[in-house]
């Protein structure tokens, strides 16, 4: 972690998107493979004619339930393809409670929740980004291998791991 970090425990919140993007469970997929085309994106917050949240719908959903089946993007709607229930986290939690959601969920994408409302977006590729600017691998790296040799050498010296 950079020095200035190293201390500070970092939130949910810190690296959410703030923005949710939004779209009618009778909407087609083409229209939502358009609306994620012009946004930054990679995951749209399904709502319903009352604008309540029924899921989530990801690039991943268009590729495996449209694309690979040939189905006519113009055709499906996004109500049969979407995920549900929507998985979400606290604004306030950690990152390794988010993780873990993720994780147990097997979800790529959480809503974010902030005083009982949605605030927010978090992906896995949140945070591969957060560690690629957080995170000094070589350290990580060497502890790796300081670990690896601790074991070798308890080894050697006939102790059991």
Do not use: W
């Amino acid at each position: 972690m950079n020095n200035s970090d190293s201390n500070r425990l970092t939130y949910v919140r810190d690296i959410s998107k703030a923005k949710l993007e939004t779209l009618a469970s009778s909407s087609t997929a083409q229209q939502a493979a358009k609306k994620l085309r012009n946004s930054s994106s990679s995951s749209l917050l399904i709502v319903d004619d009352s604008g309540k949240s029924i899921g989530i719908l990801t690039e991943r959903d268009l590729v495996r339930k449209v694309c690979a089946l040939h189905k006519q993007s113009s055709q499906t709607i996004v109500k049969d393809i979407m995920s549900a229930p929507i998985i979400t986290v606290n604004a306030n939690s950690s990152l390794k409670n988010a993780a873990d959601e993720m994780i147990q969920h097997k979800v790529r994408h959480l809503v974010v929740l902030d005083g009982g409302r949605e605030h927010g977006i978090i992906s896995a590729n949140d945070f591969a980004n957060y560690l690629r600017q957080n995170v000094n691998m070589d350290e990580v790296n060497a502890a790796i291998l300081e670990s690896l040799m601790n074991i070798k050498e308890e080894e050697e010296d006939g102790g059991s791991v």
